[in-house]
């Protein structure tokens, strides 16, 4: 381990640099293409597609598991890191179906800021919301784009309206798109006036050319769009839509961009929003609510645990996000939870599928650790300096299925695949005495979770399994006493929470924990975060 005091004195000056941040976006908005083009645009990769490898392009799509494919679907999450203007921007992949917004949650546990995607013709649509609140509720400062606008879509006011009318956050546009969608002529700075055109390249496989033009020309050539737009400019300066820094870190407020992914428009200007406006790394508090100070020694999050990410590196890799200090390979670090030692010597940076050797990484720096089988998503990992972050919740399952091998012979990998995937927060693992360990019951949020579990025990573990869904769907948590009064009625059900220990009561209905709540007014049956 380095104490040298030169290294970490470096520590507040990179952390500056840097820039985490996450799309959050509904399915299909274009949230792999803008992934692609940002990387693109900041040159760490050299033609699109190489990240996700989407049908048509070069692709080296990380191909662990094939039902992410077929499904159209993405499961397991990316994380990039690319250099830009002087600064080092890293950018987590978040899953964009519903089902595994657990998964999210903890991407977002990471982040310092969030890029809203939406797509022009279709606004804010439901999973936008539900991830939106995810980050109203960490206090996560994010940043609009307005994508698809060379395509027919709604008035740029409307989907402004619709951003502050419905989630209560103020639009402050940095940019002002000249055109209708689906007509896009290019882009006006709101601050300046200044107006950029920009070449259609083919499937924006390369960079889009960009082009300062004349008021007075552009004035001429498009007269309509242009004083359409200068109309709706002095709209927004009327109502004092400009940029108010404090309304933005504050996540009352958010700079909105407007573009088109697909084409490159606007994405060099969301790259320069991101390193000029999106807060750097800061003192994160600790379980106690007491701030880590970014020089303090080495210390991070696991946001997230994988295994068997493609099939040449059958390992488990633990995701950490580092919150302070410095992160130097081979550093032995300890495991907050159990106070064990954990060795850091293959530490690895994974860029799509690429992995590469990390020597050392700064304050929100993502950092792969292999052979992470004793670490959780929400585990604190530190050096020299004792601190434990705060827990990352558990979201409530509305969905519950008991868990069987369809093959008596491979009840070990069974087991073993089942604890794999409950330490991996794949899925929650309930169990209970009456129901022993052959079968337990799986609770997920979003019911193809469970598709990922059969999946992966039968590809992964050589362990076929067969489900037996229960007519379960409501969870609230309860304690020993609960339990007591809770035992034998019908249509409900305790269970342990095998990761943290927590007693789960679940109910057939909604209405059927109601009529329990009423009989047994003692019994603690408190909610747990909501996850859909
Ligand atoms: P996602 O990750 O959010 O699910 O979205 P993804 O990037 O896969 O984009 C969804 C579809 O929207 C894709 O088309 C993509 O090409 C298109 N798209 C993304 N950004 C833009 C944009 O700025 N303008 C236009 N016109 N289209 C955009 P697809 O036909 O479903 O897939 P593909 O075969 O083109 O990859």
Known sequence: MSTDAGESARVPTEALRRRTFAVISHPDAGKSTLTEALALYAERIDQAGAVHGKAGRRGVTSDW????????????????????????????????????????????????????????????????????????????????????????????????????????????????????????RGLIECATGEFSRFTRTAGGATRAAVEVVPAAEIAAAEPEFWSAAQDELALLTEIGAGFDEKAFLA?????????????????????????????????????????????????????????????????????????????????????????????????????GQQRTTVEEAFPGDIVGLVNAGALRPGDTLYAADPVEFPAI??????????????????????????????????????????????????????PLQFEVVLDRLENEFRAPARLEHLDFTVARRTDQAGAELLHGQSDVEVLTRRSDGVLLAVFSTKWRLENIRRKFPDATLDPLPAGS
């Open 65 to 184: 598991m094939e039902m992410e494919r077929k499904r159209g679907i993405s499961i397991t999450s990316a994380v990039l890191q690319f250099s830009y203007r002087d600064h080092v921007v890293n950018l987590l992949d978040t899953p964009g179906h519903g089902d595994f917004s657990e998964d999210t949650y903890r991407v977002l546990a990471a982040v310092d800021a969030a890029v809203m995607l939406l797509d022009a013709a279709k606004g804010l649509e439901p999973q936008t919301l539900k991830l939106f609140d995810v980050c109203r509720a960490r206090g996560i400062p994010v940043l609009t784009f307005v994508n698809k606008w060379d395509r027919p879509g709604r008035e740029a006011l409307e989907l402004l309206d619709e951003v502050e009318q419905t989630i209560g956050l103020r639009p402050m546009p940095l940019t002002w798109p000249l055109g209708i969608a689906g007509h896009l």
């Open 251 to 351: 996540g009352t407020a958010t700079p909105v961009l407007f573009g088109a992914a697909l084409t490159g428009v606007g994405v060099a200007r969301l790259l320069d929003a991101l390193v000029d406006l999106a807060p750097a790394p800061e003192a994160r508090d600790d379980a106690t609510g007491t701030p880590r100070p970014l020089q303090a020694p080495m210390s991070g999050l696991v946001f997230k645990v994988q295994a068997g990410m493609d099939r040449s590196h059958r390992d488990r890799m633990a995701f950490v996000r580092i919150c302070s200090g410095r992160f130097e390979r081979g550093m032995v670090l300890t495991h907050a939870g159990t106070g064990r030692p954990f060795a850091t010597k293959y530490a690895q940076a994974v860029f």
């Open 393 to 446: 919740p558990s979201f409530a399952p509305e969905h519950f299925a008991a868990v069987r091998g369809a093959d008596a012979g491979s009840f070990k990998q069974f087991r073993r695949g089942i604890d794999q995937l409950d330490s991996e927060g794949v899925i929650q693992v309930l169990v209970s005495d009456l129901r022993g360990d052959q079968a337990p019951v799986l609770a997920a949020v979003g």
